[in-house]
């Protein structure tokens, strides 16, 4: 059971009274044991020898009672909503069945640092071969989730290795169910598919570690559609839009009052809440996440079309969405029946706060002329294609670092899930794993499948099958890595060591140590881009691998670094890959990183020490750092 108490015993040592304490407390009603026993001191390894002690407390213990309910609501609260309050489960089962996936989960994670810290960091690096090793368990999905969710709520500073790695997999696990959902989706019916739940997708997509439902979304559509109606009630309180229930299909066929709507809709959106198209950050992601566009008011004109259309089509008015080039429009039929004609309709631009066009004052827009199939309206699966595009643009558009190449993954993703025969993204898509180093028995299906829908790809596919061949090689006989010992003289020039937290002198930037070398091992080009010349000692001194605050990664020179004088984290992706912990002045490297540089932890407490807790007794100041480290500080070329 639980702890014994461990003061003075009340009852004595009297076998007899013990005796008669059990026999009194085993003839207790059972509600009244059932509620002993869920108590909150006592934990499932006491509630199991509680049930071995006799049959009576074995049966109270019974896998659908209360007993084992408690235990597992307290234990994994998080997973309540799954289970219904009028179904009986067995909770001991249950119990079990999570406990067990938990410690597979949790070995599983444990184990990729170990096998995968050689490979080049990249988002999708492990998750092919771990995913898997997941999946085969054969768990309920919400168990392996919640199992990361509880290593990634754990300790903010601690376990920062087995977290990086965690979320790398929820991320690649949610990404797959929500990948799942999306297709089920595109299976609907045309007319079933609502272009705010195809948004939603993308959006989840795009971000599958934060809180974004599709029920979180509509809520806050429809407190925008009560404000519309409240406002159409001023101008009109017979309105038939005002009688409509939440959740009513209907259209209304008086053009007058679908006009009162749109009215109503505009000096909502644009007067009231202040929306508007952000001119000024025009490529940033976030405008076309439908949870950043009502969250910050702002967007591009496609999604602020999907939420001017979804608005409307809530109080009655039917408008169709426009796959107009270079500036995405709403079309608004002025005709009681449905039109060919683009004559016949009023085209709203949702960037221009609702500004309504004539068809060829569309045209202003662009600064030259389309023809009519421009103007006709386009399907949810089309909209959802522009909408990806917008987003591989922007990815394509990046700086090369991870996190353009994880949009650039993402809408590439997303794009062949809605259009899969697309070979020219197949083929981007290839190339950026290729170019990555992962997945390469994913680039060979991707290539395969290339070549049976466009023989004529032949040329780039068999480079590119060429070398992926040679990389599936190459990691099946993997070179191991070069272990750097301080001690030896060709480092004795080295002054600082991993996991210390640096400050760039000439950009100010701060940063921690995962790396160094002797010498400056880039090429002659990047050395010259850089101006490595310029420096007092040139290339010919000790440069560090950085981690830095604003989450790049860069190459800096002894000269141009030194100690940070007040230690802080280092909010940078990509920290837990090489630390596991945050020690309030320095990061402590994992064994990873400790094999590759087996002696720095000892010169980094050593440094610590000197730097940080030498304090001055009668100041109790931190001293500055030593003229020995200033004497040699640093740059980033």
């Keep these: 059971m639980a702890t014994p108490y461990k003061g003075d015993r009340v009852l004595g040592t009297n076998d007899v009274i013990s005796e008669s304490f059990a026999k009194q407390l085993t003839d207790l009603p059972a509600e009244l044991l059932e509620h002993i026993l869920s108590f909150p001191v ?41 289970y219904q309050q009028n179904e009986s489960y067995d909770w001991l089962k249950e119990f079990k069945t999570r406990h067990m996936v938990g410690q597979q989960i949790r070995r599983t994670v444990e184990s990729i640092s170990k ?54 997999i929820l991320y690649f696990l949610r990404q797959q169910n929500i990948l ?15 272009a705010l739940e195809g948004a939603v997708f993308v959006d989840q997509y795009c971000n599958p570690l934060a809180d974004i439902t599709f ?33 009513d299909c209907f259209v209304l066929e008086n053009l007058e009052f679908q006009r009162q709507v749109i009215c109503a809709l505009n000096t909502v959106l644009y007067d009231q809440l202040q929306y508007k198209g952000n001119e000024r950050d025009y490529y940033n992601p976030l405008n076309s996440y439908i949870h950043q566009v009502l969250l910050r008011q702002t ?58 066009l004539a068809a060829k004052e569309c045209e202003n827009l662009i600064r030259h002329q389309v023809g009519a199939d421009y103007y006709s309206a386009i399907s949810t699966s089309e909209l959802l294609l522009r909408m ?144 490595v010349h310029q420096l007092s000692k040139g290339a010919d001194q000790p440069f560090y691998n950085v981690l830095v605050q604003d989450g790049t990664c860069r190459y800096a020179a002894q000269e141009n670094l030194e100690p940070h004088s007040t230690p802080l984290e280092i909010a940078h992706p990509e920290v837990g890959r090489y630390f596991t912990e945050f020690s309030d002045t320095h990061y402590i490297a994992n064994e990873e990183l400790q094999a590759r540089y087996p002696e720095d932890m000892c010169k980094t407490h050593r440094t610590v020490e000197e730097l940080y807790h030498g304090l001055n007794p009668n100041s109790g100041q931190t001293p500055e750092p030593t003229a020995n480290f200033q004497d040699h500080d640093l740059l980033d070329p």
């Design 42 to 82: 006592l934990n499932h390894i006491d509630i199991c020898n509680v049930s071995c002690t006799c049959k009576r407390l074995h049966d109270v213990c019974h896998g659908r009672g209360k007993v084992w309910a408690h235990q597992y609501k307290l234990r994994w609260p998080r997973l309540q909503r799954f």
């Design 115 to 168: 096998r995968f810290f050689t490979e080049v960091p990249c988002v999708g690096q492990v998750l092919g071969d771990s995913f898997a090793e997941i999946e085969s368990l054969g768990a309920p999905e919400h168990f392996c989730e919640d199992e990361l969710l509880g290593i990634l709520n754990s300790d903010k500073r601690k376990c920062l290795t087995l977290k990086y790695y965690a979320k790398k």
């Design 180 to 194: 799942r959902n999306l297709k089920a989706f595109l299976e609907r019916p045309p007319e079933q598919q609502s």
């Design 215 to 247: 029920e979180s979304i509509s809520a806050q559509i429809e407190e925008i559609t009560d404000k519309v109606k409240k406002c159409l009630r001023v101008k009109n309180a017979t309105h038939p839009s005002l009688r409509a229930s939440q959740g």
């Design 299 to 356: 967007g591009i004109p496609i999604s602020l079309s999907v939420l001017y259309m979804t608005l409307a089509r809530k109080l009655g008015v039917p408008l169709e969405p426009v796959n107009f080039p270079n500036h995405f429009l709403l079309r608004w039929c002025q005709n009681q029946r449905r039109s060919d004609d683009i004559y016949d309709y009023v085209y709203i631009d949702t960037f221009g706060k609702g500004k309504q």
């Design 388 to 531: 990806v595009g917008n987003l591989l643009n922007i990815g394509k558009r990046g700086e090369g670092n991870e996190k353009s190449y994880q949009l650039l993954r993402d809408s590439l993703d997303l794009y062949l899930t809605i259009n899969p025969d697309n070979v020219q993204y197949l083929l981007l898509q290839a190339r950026l794993y290729f170019h990555l180093g992962i997945w390469p028995e994913k680039v060979l299906d991707i290539l395969q499948h290339i070549q049976a829908l466009d023989p004529s790809q032949h040329g780039a596919v068999g480079y590119l099958v060429q070398h992926t061949l040679e990389h599936i090689q190459h990691k099946r006989h993997p070179v191991e890595p070069e272990v750097k010992r301080r001690s030896t003289p060709e480092h004795r020039d080295v002054l600082y060591s991993v996991g210390l937290i640096m400050k760039h002198k000439r950009s100010g930037y701060n940063c921690v140590i995962y790396g160094w070398d002797p010498k400056c091992t880039m090429s002659q080009e990047w050395i010259n881009t850089m101006r």
